[in-house]
């Protein structure tokens, strides 16, 4: 056997003393933990235990037992019941991974321990994953005992955004299905002044589903994308808001929904803000709008055009229900309580103040963009 293993060995005491500081240092919440002197030599045993177990481990090209397992899923358990947070023992997982790296380079002799380095390296990510795989289930059952299930809900939504991998635990726990395709839904309220909390409590009250606030102004649900379901929680959350809402979405897949996301925040951005949305607006909806803002020419020239919508009579509105209306006159005046002379009176003036045809596949273009831009909020 190399020196490598004799030396990472001989080391384990001061290199877990090394990482009590480290985590105590930078983790808030691991201060806490350790404030006291028997809960600090607790985590300096599991520091050491985990050295130990990994040295020996390695050399034997060995897998953690059960039992090795079990104790550390305890740990994990433990700790989640003092308080420790989700945030803070992910952290505390990326820290023991890169000392766990440095440890074996300060004890590594790159003359002699070539072929132990690499055969360290090798092992130590099976290992790493099998111990933060128990470490992390002992973890979330732990907090069944002490998290509210509202907040763990939250946390596993927040969780899914992420890409966490540990999604899958808090999913098994809070008994929300194994779905692998979602529909992510973003709902921006920039109204929203009220109870949050409440929000996310009644709606769960109705559906079970991962649910959190993001932003004061942005609240996002996940939707197993099986084609239900999607129009019930939108109508719902709008009557719990009882503020306008702009919803968008977008389609994806656990592990990748951190992107998908972005794409339904972007959609929720360009679309309208209603008072009851009726309709949930995904990319291909609104290319025309979430492209316009991305060309400065074609951004100015449209924001032109809604400055000089802004001097008629309700040129705006007229337009939105004109357009939601499939351009039907009588329609179009009966929802907006007007006398169809008064409506095309409005039409002429859309033509005077814009010279644009509104019935033209070019007013259509430009002025039904328009007006969604003004909508959502972006004018």
């Known amino acids: 056997m190399g020196d490598l293993f004799a030396l990472w060995r001989s080391r384990v005491d001061a290199n877990s ?44 090209n060995g897998l953690f037992p059960a039992d090795d397992l079990a ?4 740990v994990g358990h433990e700790r989640a019941t003092r308080g420790l947070s989700l945030a803070s023992q992910r952290h505390v997982q990326v820290l023991h991974t890169s000392l766990t790296l440095k440890e074996v380079h ?5 003359r002699h321990d070539l072929e132990d380095v690499m055969r360290t390296l090798a092992s130590l990510p099976a290992l ?10 002992g973890f979330v059952a732990g907090q069944e005992t002490v998290l509210p299930a509202v907040d763990r809900v939250r946390q596993f939504a927040r969780m899914l955004l992420a890409d966490d991998p540990a999604a ?28 949050r909390e409440s929000v996310v409590r009644d709606l769960l009250e109705r559906h079970w589903i991962p649910v959190c606030w993001t932003e004061p102004g942005e609240f996002v649900a996940l939707i197993p994308d099986d084609g239900s379901r999607v129009l019930d929680v939108v109508k719902d959350l709008g009557d719990l808001v009882g503020v306008p809402c702009a919803v968008g979405a977008s389609r ?38 979430i492209g316009a803002a991305r060309l400065p020419p074609v951004d100015r ?8 919508l802004a001097e008629g009579p309700d040129l705006v509105a007229t337009l939105d229900a004109f357009y939601r209306n499939d351009m039907a006159r009588t329609r179009t005046a009966s929802a907006l309580k007007i006398h ?3 409506l095309e009176y409005r039409l002429r003036r859309v033509r005077d103040l814009t010279g644009l045809e509104p019935l033209s596949v070019r007013g259509v273009r430009a002025l039904s963009t328009t007006v969604t831009r003004v909508l959502a909020g972006e004018q």
């Open 340 to 342: 169809p002379r008064t």
């Open 71 to 74: 104790f550390i899923a305890e």
């Open 168 to 195: 899958a635990l808090t999913a098994t726990s809070l008994d929300m299905g194994s779905s692998d395709r979602w529909l992510v839904v973003v709902v921006r309220t920039p109204a929203m002044r009220g109870d």
């Open 128 to 137: 790493g994953l099998a111990a933060q795989t128990a470490y992390t289930s």
């Open 106 to 110: 300060e004890a590594a002799n790159p």
């Open 301 to 308: 020239w449209l924001s032109e055009v809604a400055d000089r």
């Open 17 to 60: 003393r090394r990482a009590v500081d480290v985590y105590t240092r930078e983790l808030p919440d691991f201060r806490e933990l350790a404030s006291g002197t028997r809960a600090r030599a607790e985590i300096l045993d599991f520091a050491m235990f985990l050295r130990q177990r990994t040295v020996a481990l390695v050399a034997e």
């Open 252 to 289: 994806g897949r656990t592990g990748g929904l951190a992107e998908t996301f972005e794409r339904a925040r972007r959609v929720s951005r360009a679309a309208p803000i209603r008072q009851a949305p009726t309709t949930v607006h995904h990319l291909t909806d609104l290319f025309a709008e």
